[in-house]
């Protein structure tokens, strides 16, 4: 069965902010944006809590949470900030840990520094 969470008319772009199917929901990269869509966050930890309380809605429409996550992909503009990072990172994620890829790149979608995405499973 597939589902989709944040269609694109409401997300005004050719995405889905999810789509789940066979029980893997697959979350759509998150930057961040706050709730009047304006980037936001002063440090890589502001910026890190608002992409993941933008990754937590869409869990929460699809009635998942962070417990659910088993793959995490961080898309950073500067890698050096990564140990900073990963300290909040462990306020949010327990171990086991999901499986995690970190990548440095030269831009992102307007004009941020972070974007994650996330592979959920329903248990």
């Not at 989709?4 to 990269?29: C, D, H, K, R």
């Not at 990754?55 to 050096?80: C, F, G, H, P, Q």
Request: proline share 4%; hydrophobic share 40%; aromatic share 8%.
């Amino acid at each position: 069965m597939k589902k989709v969470y944040q269609s694109s008319e409401i997300t005004n772009a050719p995405l889905s902010g999810a789509y789940e199917i066979n029980g893997f929901v697959f979350v759509s990269g998150q930057i961040h944006l706050d709730d009047s869509g304006n980037l936001s966050g002063d440090n890589i930890e502001e910026k890190f809590e608002i992409v993941l309380s933008n990754v937590k809605k869409i869990l929460d429409e699809a009635e998942l949470t962070l417990e659910n996550v088993v793959s995490v992909k961080l898309y950073l503009v500067n890698l050096d900030l990564l140990p900073n990072l990963n300290e909040v990172y462990k306020k949010h994620f327990k171990h086991p840990f999901p499986a995690r890829t970190a990548i440095e790149v030269t831009g992102l979608p307007l004009g941020a520094s972070l974007e994650m995405d996330v592979i959920a499973v329903r248990n």
